[in-house]
């Protein structure tokens, strides 16, 4: 390595040759050497340090005139101990025994649940044709309450009794106008096929009429629970729950007004429950199996003209009313007295106490028997009526009367009925 000390001595030959005294030619070599020399001195002086050690003071100075920014600082060196655990952090290495077998594992202290896991082996359990999911489905009817063209038999008058250019309404006895597209168009039915239900056996078509400002998913399946009551009771039952005035305070019961509407709507449910049930034959069971009619509020309407001109009085073995006796008491009183196999029950709050004290005593008065407790037993033409305590509010009656879910227990008490039962299972073929 050339040093810078050479190079030096060499400019002081080159400053000699410069000399005044010194030849033309001379002179002209000697700035030559003198820029070459130049040009070398700055490249040099560095490179003579790398030569020598370093000096401490120096080094100190430079670091703190750089503010430590030395080429270790910019470039620390790998720290590896940063990336893997100390000695006493270490996992402890995977112990390999060599034995062939692994230790058997010690039993549980208790037996663990079974774990269905699917499967293709030709051993996989299969469910038996018998079972079969719960169904809970909205299906549109023909024969179902709406839309209604028809007349109000009120008055004989057309029940669209209203319009707005091409628009057609309807104005309640509130006198509020609901409009046909938006209130009276929906003709479907909720219809709930319990998971238990079996068409060999004698089972129950339960009807049931909902109140006002209802739809059926929002209050009828969802709020009400009449589906969860119908399979909880445990009765061989399925259950029908037409649309009627969508969310409106109208009590209009439509195709239900006309003779024999009750009877078409049955006669065409058979096949929809057959089809849901999944056995087609079953059309004949359910077209001739007895009914119960649960009707709640505004309800009563459909109910009562459904017992009166329905055309099906002979298949209902029972009628359910949930504080509902709002009118209508003659059609109720008649369809009692004609019908003692079936049973009848009222219950009620004070708003519709007065009708139903007064529809007691239009009973008793043709000699039949009230009773104002459910807590006997369910048998062929019982008459039950049975006011519920204060704070039992309307709108949550069909969940909270007399007792928790009324729907389920008249069901149960039906079901726990002998008699009641014979004679649920008797095909009906003659009504009225």
């Not at 039993?107 to 719960?134: G, Q, W, Y």
């Not at 009449?226 to 109208?250: F, H, K, W, Y």
Request: net charge positive.
């Amino acid at each position: 390595m050339v040093g810078a000390q050479p190079i030096v001595d060499r400019c002081d030959r080159v400053r000699r040759v410069m000399a005044p005294g010194a030849t033309r030619p001379a002179r002209l070599f000697g700035r030559r050497r003198i820029a070459a020399a130049c040009m070398l001195v700055p490249l040099a002086l560095p490179l003579a340090q790398c030569g020598k050690a370093p000096n401490p003071e120096m080094v100190a100075a430079n670091t703190q005139a750089t503010g430590g920014d030395t080429f270790e600082d910019r470039f620390p060196a790998p720290q590896f101990r940063d990336r893997f655990p100390t000695e006493k952090e270490s996992f402890a290495p995977l112990q390999r025994t060599a034995t062939a077998e692994p230790a058997p594992m010690p039993p549980p202290k208790t037996a663990p649940s079974p774990v269905r896991v699917a499967s293709i082996s030709p051993s996989l359990t299969l469910p038996r044709p018998s079972e079969r999911d719960e169904l809970t489905t909205l299906v549109s009817m023909k024969s179902s309450a709406f839309p209604y063209f028809g007349n109000n038999p009120r008055n004989d008058a057309p029940f669209l009794n209203v319009g707005n250019g091409e628009r057609r309404g309807h104005r309640s006895l509130s006198g509020r106008v609901y409009w046909q597209n938006e209130t009276y168009n929906d003709s479907r039915v909720l219809v709930h096929v319990p998971e238990s239900f079996d068409a060999g056996k004698p089972g129950v078509i339960v009807v049931f009429f909902h109140g006002n400002g209802a739809t059926l998913e929002r209050d009828v399946r969802d709020r009400q629970l009449v589906p969860q009551q119908i399979t909880d009771s445990g009765v061989n039952a399925v259950l029908l729950a037409p649309q009627m005035a969508v969310d409106a305070a109208d009590s209009s019961a439509g195709k239900f007004w006309q003779p024999g509407g009750f009877k078409r709507f049955l006669d065409e449910s058979a096949s929809h429950l057959a089809r849901l049930y999944g056995d087609p034959k079953s059309a004949q069971i359910f077209a001739n199996m007895p009914v119960v009619i649960v009707g709640y509020s505004g309800g009563f309407l459909p109910t009562a003209w459904s017992l009166e001109v329905g055309g099906a009085a002979g298949r209902v073995r029972g009628v359910l009313l949930l504080d509902a006796i709002y009118g209508e008491l003659d059609k109720f009183a008649s369809w009692i007295e004609k019908n003692r196999t079936g049973f009848f029950i009222s219950s009620y709050t004070r708003y519709t106490r007065q009708r139903d004290r007064e529809l007691m005593s239009m009973l008793r008065d043709k000699g039949i028997t009230v009773s104002e407790s459910m807590d006997g037993p369910l048998r062929p033409g019982s008459v039950v009526f049975v006011q519920t305590r204060d704070g039992i509010t309307h709108r949550s009656y069909v969940t909270q009367a007399w007792t928790e879910f009324p729907i389920r227990n008249v069901l149960t008490k039906m079901a726990a009925t002998p008699a009641l039962t014979r004679y649920a299972s008797v095909p009906v073929s003659a009504n009225r």
